[in-house]
T-cell receptor
Framework: GAGVSQSPRYKVAKRGQDVALRCDPI?????LFWYQQALGQGPEFLTY????????KSGLPSDRFFAERPEGSVSTLKIQRTQQEDSAVYLC????????????????FGPGTRLLVL | SQQGEEDPQALSIQEGENATMNCSYK?????LQWYRQNSGRGLVHLIL?????REKHSGRLRVTLDTSKKSSSLLITASRAADTASYFC????????????FGKGTHLIIQP
C-alpha cells in the first residue's frame, strides 16, 4: 500500500492480557516511530527505530512495553499485562530518511490502533 | 510530557470565516510543524516552519513563528466544512532522532 498501515484497528483486552500491535511503514522508509495518544490529548512519543535498531525508547512508560523491528520493516509494539491506563490510540509513523534528528522530516502516520483495556 | 499548548482548546466558526490557532512551547526548537487529525484517523502533516523563518504559506494555510515568545500561530483562510478536525503543533527539539513533541491540540469545528 501507499501509506502506513496498522493492525488491528481496534483491540479490546481484559486487564492482565498481553497485546501485540503491528505497524507496516511505507516501503523503504528508514525510520519508524511509535506514539501513544490518550483521549483528548496530543500524541506522546514512545520509541524510535532506524532500520532494525531501536535508537530511543525513552518514552516507553514501563517495562511492560516492548517494541521491535527485527528486519527493519514491520514493527510490533507489545504490551504485557495490560492495565486500564494503557487504554489509548497507538500511532505509528515513518520517515524516509534516518538519523536526521530534530524532526526535520515529515512523519507519515498510520490510522492508529485504538486499545481499550477493561 | 507535552511541550506545546494550543489555544484555544476548541473553536467553532462559520464556513468561509478564517480560523486562527495558537501554539506555545517551552524549550528551544529547531523547527515547528502543524498536523491535522480527522476524527478516528491518523495525523496528516500540514506545514513545517524552521526556527530561522518567521512566516510560511501553503495554500489556505499561513503559519507564523516567534521564537522570542516561543509561540506559533496557524491561520486557515476561507474555512470549509472539510477543515473540521483537531490541529496539533509539534516540535523537534532533541539532539537526535527522538520523535516529535506534540501539544494537546485545538479542535476546530466549521459550521456549514
Amino acid at each position: 500500500g501507499a501509506g502506513v498501515s496498522q493492525s488491528p484497528r481496534y483491540k479490546v483486552a481484559k486487564r492482565g492480557q498481553d497485546v501485540a500491535l503491528r505497524c507496516d511503514p511505507i516501503s523503504g522508509h528508514v525510520s519508524l516511530f511509535w506514539y501513544q495518544q490518550a483521549l483528548g490529548q496530543g500524541p506522546e512519543f514512545l520509541t524510535y527505530f532506524q532500520n532494525e535498531a531501536q535508537l530511543d525508547k525513552s518514552g516507553l512508560p514501563s517495562d511492560r512495553f516492548f517494541a521491535e523491528r527485527p528486519e527493519g520493516s514491520v514493527s510490533t509494539l507489545k504490551i504485557q499485562r495490560t492495565q486500564q491506563e494503557d487504554s489509548a490510540v497507538y500511532l505509528c509513523a515513518s520517515t524516509e530518511g534516518g538519523g536526521v534528528g530534530w524532526g526535520e522530516e515529515t512523519q507519515y502516520f498510520g490510522p492508529g490502533t485504538r486499545l481499550l483495556v477493561l | 510530557s507535552q511541550q506545546g499548548e494550543e489555544d484555544p482548546q476548541a473553536l467553532s466558526i462559520q464556513e468561509g470565516e478564517n480560523a486562527t490557532m495558537n501554539c506555545s512551547y517551552k524549550t528551544s526548537i529547531n523547527n515547528l510543524q502543524w498536523y491535522r487529525q480527522n476524527s478516528g484517523r491518523g495525523l496528516v502533516h500540514l506545514i513545517l516552519i524552521r526556527s530561522n523563518e518567521r512566516e510560511k504559506h501553503s495554500g489556505r494555510l499561513r503559519v507564523t513563528l516567534d521564537t522570542s515568545k516561543k509561540s506559533s500561530s496557524l491561520l486557515i483562510t476561507a474555512s470549509r466544512a472539510a477543515d473540521t478536525a483537531s490541529y496539533f503543533c509539534a516540535t523537534g527539539s532533541g539532539g537526535g532522532a527522538d520523535g516529535l513533541t506534540f501539544g494537546k491540540g485545538t479542535h476546530l469545528i466549521i459550521q456549514p
